[in-house]
Protein backbone atom coordinates (compact mmCIF):
# COMPACT_ATOMS: atom_id res chain seq x y z
CA UNK A 1 0.00 0.00 0.00
CA UNK A 2 2.69 2.56 1.16
CA UNK A 3 4.75 1.74 -2.42
CA UNK A 4 1.45 2.80 -4.35
CA UNK A 5 1.17 5.67 -2.73
CA UNK A 6 4.75 6.42 -3.38
CA UNK A 7 4.51 5.23 -7.24
CA UNK A 8 1.59 7.67 -7.16
CA UNK A 9 2.69 10.67 -5.62
CA UNK A 10 5.82 10.53 -7.99
CA UNK A 11 3.79 10.23 -11.10
CA UNK A 12 1.93 12.93 -10.52
CA UNK A 13 4.77 14.88 -9.14
CA UNK A 14 6.36 14.05 -12.58
CA UNK A 15 3.01 15.08 -14.23
CA UNK A 16 2.91 18.70 -12.65
CA UNK A 17 6.69 19.57 -13.72
CA UNK A 18 6.95 18.50 -16.86
CA UNK A 19 3.21 19.84 -18.30
CA UNK A 20 1.89 22.97 -15.87
CA UNK A 21 2.97 25.96 -17.30
CA UNK A 22 3.72 28.26 -14.25
CA UNK A 23 6.23 24.63 -13.29
CA UNK A 24 7.83 25.39 -16.83
CA UNK A 25 8.08 28.78 -16.36
CA UNK A 26 9.87 28.04 -12.55
CA UNK A 27 11.88 25.42 -14.52
CA UNK A 28 13.18 27.69 -16.85
CA UNK A 29 13.76 30.56 -14.42
CA UNK A 30 16.12 28.03 -12.72
CA UNK A 31 18.50 28.15 -15.29
CA UNK A 32 21.99 30.02 -16.20
CA UNK A 33 20.23 32.00 -18.52
CA UNK A 34 16.93 32.56 -16.72
CA UNK A 35 18.28 33.87 -13.24
CA UNK A 36 17.71 37.10 -14.19
CA UNK A 37 14.20 37.05 -15.16
CA UNK A 38 13.81 35.97 -11.32
CA UNK A 39 12.59 39.25 -10.21
CA UNK A 40 10.56 40.60 -12.82
CA UNK A 41 8.60 37.21 -12.42
CA UNK A 42 7.53 38.01 -9.28
CA UNK A 43 5.68 40.18 -10.91
CA UNK A 44 3.39 37.47 -12.25
CA UNK A 45 2.51 36.99 -8.43
CA UNK A 46 -0.19 40.21 -8.92
CA UNK A 47 -2.61 38.96 -11.60
CA UNK A 48 -2.77 35.71 -9.61
CA UNK A 49 -3.30 37.32 -6.57
CA UNK A 50 -5.79 39.61 -8.44
CA UNK A 51 -7.15 36.55 -9.80
CA UNK A 52 -7.75 34.71 -6.42
CA UNK A 53 -9.31 37.88 -4.90
CA UNK A 54 -12.30 37.47 -7.69
CA UNK A 55 -13.11 34.04 -7.13
CA UNK A 56 -13.43 34.66 -3.57
CA UNK A 57 -15.58 37.06 -3.66
CA UNK A 58 -17.88 34.67 -6.16
CA UNK A 59 -17.88 32.05 -3.98
CA UNK A 60 -18.77 34.25 -1.34
CA UNK A 61 -21.16 35.74 -3.39
CA UNK A 62 -23.41 32.66 -4.14
CA UNK A 63 -20.92 31.17 -6.82
CA UNK A 64 -20.40 27.29 -6.80
CA UNK A 65 -17.65 25.78 -4.26
CA UNK A 66 -15.02 25.32 -6.61
CA UNK A 67 -14.34 28.49 -7.35
CA UNK A 68 -12.62 27.98 -3.40
CA UNK A 69 -10.64 25.29 -5.23
CA UNK A 70 -9.20 28.04 -7.58
CA UNK A 71 -8.71 30.67 -4.70
CA UNK A 72 -6.10 27.74 -3.64
CA UNK A 73 -4.28 27.41 -6.83
CA UNK A 74 -4.13 30.99 -7.38
CA UNK A 75 -2.53 31.55 -4.03
CA UNK A 76 -0.25 28.65 -4.49
CA UNK A 77 0.76 29.69 -7.49
CA UNK A 78 1.52 33.51 -6.39
CA UNK A 79 3.63 32.19 -3.87
CA UNK A 80 5.52 30.54 -6.12
CA UNK A 81 5.97 33.37 -8.11
CA UNK A 82 6.88 35.77 -4.70
CA UNK A 83 9.35 33.65 -3.70
CA UNK A 84 11.19 32.69 -7.45
CA UNK A 85 12.57 36.10 -7.13
CA UNK A 86 14.75 36.50 -3.96
CA UNK A 87 15.53 32.80 -4.56
CA UNK A 88 17.04 33.56 -8.07
CA UNK A 89 18.89 36.54 -6.86
CA UNK A 90 20.95 34.35 -4.51
CA UNK A 91 21.74 31.84 -7.05
CA UNK A 92 22.82 34.41 -9.54
CA UNK A 93 25.13 35.89 -7.39
CA UNK A 94 26.38 32.32 -6.66
CA UNK A 95 27.23 31.76 -9.61
CA UNK A 96 28.57 35.05 -10.62
CA UNK A 97 31.20 34.91 -7.71
CA UNK A 98 31.38 30.84 -8.89
CA UNK A 99 32.68 32.42 -12.64
CA UNK A 100 34.99 35.20 -11.08
CA UNK A 101 36.61 32.55 -9.09
CA UNK A 102 37.34 30.31 -12.10
CA UNK A 103 38.18 33.61 -14.32
CA UNK A 104 41.00 34.30 -11.73
CA UNK A 105 42.06 30.42 -11.39
CA UNK A 106 42.78 30.59 -14.97
CA UNK A 107 44.62 33.69 -14.70
CA UNK A 108 46.80 32.48 -11.99
CA UNK A 109 47.10 29.19 -14.00
CA UNK A 110 48.19 30.97 -17.06
CA UNK A 111 50.27 33.48 -15.11
CA UNK A 112 52.07 30.40 -13.53
CA UNK A 113 53.14 28.84 -17.15
Known sequence: MFRLIWALSVRTRYFLRRYMPTNILLD?????RGLR??????????????????????????????????VLLFIWNALKFAFIGPISLVLLIRVRLREVSRSHRAVDVGAAQ
Do not use: K
Request: hydrophobic share 55%; with cysteine; proline share 8%.
Open 28 to 32: AIRTR
Open 37 to 70: WGVPAMLLAIPYLYAASICAQLAENGGPGWLHLL
